[in-house]
Every structure is written in structure tokens, then in C-alpha cells.
């Protein structure tokens, strides 16, 4: 079962060359790495506030916050020197982070675009050099979609997301960790609430968005092949007086559409609006 789920993952990675996959794989590490920065930025800003309600109260500071404090060498210094080395080592973990994020996200994009151009070059090339036979055995519009849109799909739509979601996937695992040593109580309730509501949300949502994403791309074609054809028979579509069956055609097929990109688009939605509820009831 759990193959059969990872196939569609599995075919788009097919598409690429092992030179290519490698890269993927690297950057996806990379990516996940990142989640370190994160965490370290995390962790001293609640040893930042620690220290700084302890000082407040003219107590010692004990515990994490302390051990924090000794790992740097700060546990002699004055608080002024230890608010402001924690302040610049959080701002440079965070921002860091957030800074290689972009760079190595847009070199993702960047390099899955241009490869699925390159795809989408060689799959013309493959398609011009078959028989005619073999050439009209699909539609023009089918074709066209399989070597244009089709391949943005698998490029960014899968490979994509999926490398960002396997990136925000290993930052929620690396801060449940550092939670779950710091409050371990905490860790397990947020774990097991989220855990709950994400698996949740995958029963409810998985098959809708796929059943949505075939409906999209039938729509598209029907689409294109409607405009296509009465384009290509106008002065027959004149004579015969059909360009307003035509263009209702056309109409109710893109309002179809609209309607399931809408619903497409809304999905993720959903998961954000249950989440936020669930913090602010929480």
C-alpha cells in the first residue's frame, strides 16, 4: 500500500537523469539540515527570556537556561553581555536560516523549471521523429498538454512540493525533539494533537485534491480542444451559424473549470484555517 501511495513521487522522480536525482537529494538534505538553525535560534531565545525574568527577580539562573549559558561561556559574564551575545546569536540563527531557506528554495524551483524544459524539449523531439499513426492516436490538444503543462506538473507540482514538504516535515521533527527534551509532557500532548489532525486532514482531503487534479487537467483539455476546433472550422461555424453554440460551449466548460481550480486552490486552506483554530483553542 504505502508504494502504491509514493508511485506518483517515484514516477516523477523516473523522469530525471541519476545525475539529476542526486542534486534533488542534495538539496533536500541540505534543506533539512536547515532545521538546526531553527532550533538553536529557538532555544536561545527561551534561554534569552530566562535569563532575563531571573534577572529581573535578582536570581540565578539554573537548569537548561544555565547549561545553555556554560556551553557558551557566558555563565560569568554580566547580563547586559549575556542578553546581548544571546540577541545576536539568535538574530544570526533565525535570520540565517531564513536567508539559506529562500536561496536553496529558489535554486530548487529554479533548477526543476529548467529541467522540466528541457523534458518538455525532448519529448517534442520524440514525438516529431513517430510515425504519423502513432501521432494520431491522441488528440492535438492531449499531446499538447502532455509535453507542456504535464511536465510543469510533475517538475513543480510534485517534485517541487514535495521537496518543501519533506524540508517543513524535518523542521516540526526537529523542533518536536528539542520541545520533547526541554518539556517533555508538552512535546507529547502537541505531537499527539497535531499528529491527530494532520492524519485527519489526509483521510478527509488526499483523495479529493486527486480527483480534483485529474478533473483540472480533463477540463483543460476539453477546453483547449473546443477553442482549437472551432478556430480551425470558422468559416464552416459561420455558415452553419454555430459560433454561439461554440462559445457556450466554451463558456460552461471554463466555468467548470474555474470552479474546480477554486476548489483546488482552497484545499490547503482548509488544513491552515483547522490548524489555527486548534492553537487558538488550545
Known sequence: MASKKLSPIKRALGILSPRDRARIYLLTVLQIFLGALDLAGVILVGVLGAISVRGIQNQPTTGSADSVLKLLHLNLAPLQTQVAVLGLLASFFLIGRT???VYFTRRVLRFLSRRGALISAELVSRVLSQPLQAVQARTTQETLYAVTYGVEVVTLGILATTVTLISDLSLLTVMAVGLFVIEPIVAIGVTVTFSLIGFLLYILLHKRARDLGRRNSRLGIQSNEKI???????????????????????????????????????????????????????
Open 99 to 101: 536567508l539559506l531557506s
Open 228 to 282: 482549437v476546433e472551432v478556430l480551425s472550422s470558422y468559416r464552416e461555424s459561420v455558415i452553419r451559424n454555430r459560433r454561439s453554440y461554440y462559445a457556450s460551449e466554451i463558456k460552461k466548460i471554463r466555468l467548470d473549470l474555474a470552479d474546480s481550480l477554486a476548489e483546488t486552490n482552497f484545499l490547503p486552506y482548509i488544513g491552515k484555517y483547522v490548524i489555527e483554530s486548534t492553537v487558538v483553542l488550545g
